[in-house]
C-alpha cells in the first residue's frame, strides 16, 4: 500500500522541479496537485492501517517513518498553502519520496501491543512525530537560507536568487517552524515520562519498559534533540540568533533528528522498540 504515494511524491518532485526550472505558473499548480493527491493516497493508507491495528501506525520503524512523511507532507502543503510560495517543494518532495522508500520496501510487521494501548502513548509518539516534521520543514528552510545567503554575498543575483524568498521571508519561515516542533517535542517528552511512569506501575516486572532509561539510544538522542532545540529557541530570543546561526541549527538538530530515525532504529539493538 505504500507504493502508490511513493510514485506520487517522486512525480510531485518532478514537477516541483520542473516548476523550479521555469516558475511556469501551470507547472507549480501541477506540482501541488499532485502533492496533494499523494497526500491524500497516503491518509488513505494510515487509515487502513489504523483500522486494522486501532492506532497510528507508529509500532515499528518502518511504519513510524511513514507516518512521519504523512505528516511532513501535510506540513509543507499548509505552509505551501498559507504563504503561497511553492518553491521549497523542490526541497521538500524529493525528501518525501526518498523516506517513503524505506516503508514502501520494507514496511515492517505493524504488531498490536496491547502495552501501547494508551491514549498516553498515542500522544507521545504523535507529538514527536510532528515535532520531527515541523524540524524537517526548519531545516529545508535554513539551508534554503544558506544557500540564497551564499547567492547574495557573492553578489551572483542568478539561478536561485531569483527563484527562492527573501532571507528575511525564510528567517521568519523558519523560526515558526523551530517553535512549533520545539513545542511539540516538549509535550512528547513530558508525555513519554509520564506513560512510562504509568506503564511501569502496571506492569512492574516488563523488562522493557524497566530498561528505559538515558541508556537507552533512542530514548538519549531524544533528549539530545530537546536539548538542542531549546538552545535553538532560547538562543534566538535572548541571543539574537537568528539567520545563519538558526539556520545551521536548524540542519544540525534535522540530522539528530534522522540519525534516531534511521541507523539507531535499524541497525542499534535497543528496549525501546517503537
Do not use: C
Amino acid at each position: 500500500m505504500n507504493v502508490l504515494p511513493l510514485i506520487l511524491y517522486a512525480a510531485a518532485g518532478v514537477a516541483y522541479a520542473v516548476h523550479f526550472a521555469t516558475r511556469r505558473p501551470q507547472a507549480g499548480r501541477l506540482a501541488t496537485t499532485v502533492l496533494v493527491f499523494a497526500a491524500f493516497a497516503h491518509t488513505f493508507v494510515i487509515g487502513m492501517q489504523t483500522m486494522e491495528v486501532r492506532h497510528v501506525p507508529f509500532a515499528n520503524a518502518s511504519s513510524a517513518i511513514s507516518t512521519f512523511v504523512w505528516l511532513l507532507a501535510l506540513s509543507y502543503l499548509y505552509l505551501e498553502m498559507t504563504s503561497d510560495e511553492r518553491s521549497m517543494g523542490v526541497f521538500i518532495a524529493p525528501m518525501l519520496a526518498g523516506l517513503q522508500t524505506i516503508p514502501a520496501w520494507s514496511p515492517g510487521i505493524e504488531r498490536i501491543d496491547p502495552m501501547l494501548d494508551s491514549p498516553s502513548f498515542w500522544m507521545h509518539v504523535s507529538s514527536l512525530l510532528f515535532a520531527y516534521a515541523s524540524f524537517a520543514l526548519a531545516a529545508v528552510l535554513g539551508l534554503t537560507y544558506v544557500v540564497q545567503f551564499t547567492e547574495i554575498k557573492k553578489k551572483h543575483l542568478g539561478f536561485f536568487y531569483t527563484r527562492l524568498p527573501s532571507l528575511q521571508t525564510l528567517d521568519i519561515m523558519n523560526a515558526r517552524a523551530v517553535a512549533v516542533g520545539w513545542l511539540f517535542l516538549t509535550v512528547g517528552v513530558v508525555v513519554g515520562v509520564i506513560w512510562v511512569t504509568q506503564a511501569r506501575a502496571a506492569a512492574p516486572d516488563d523488562p522493557n519498559l524497566r530498561a528505559m532509561s538515558l541508556d537507552d539510544p533512542k530514548i538519549f538522542v531524544a533528549v539530545l534533540t530537546w536539548g538542542l532545540y531549546s538552545f535553538a529557541v532560547l538562543a534566538r530570543r535572548m541571543m539574537g540568533w537568528s539567520g545563519r546561526r538558526a539556520a545551521w541549527l536548524s540542519a544540525v538538530g534535522f540530522t539528530i533528528v534522522l540519525l534516531n530515525f534511521l541507523p539507531i532504529s535499524y541497525f542499534v539493538r535497543t528496549s525501546h522498540t517503537f
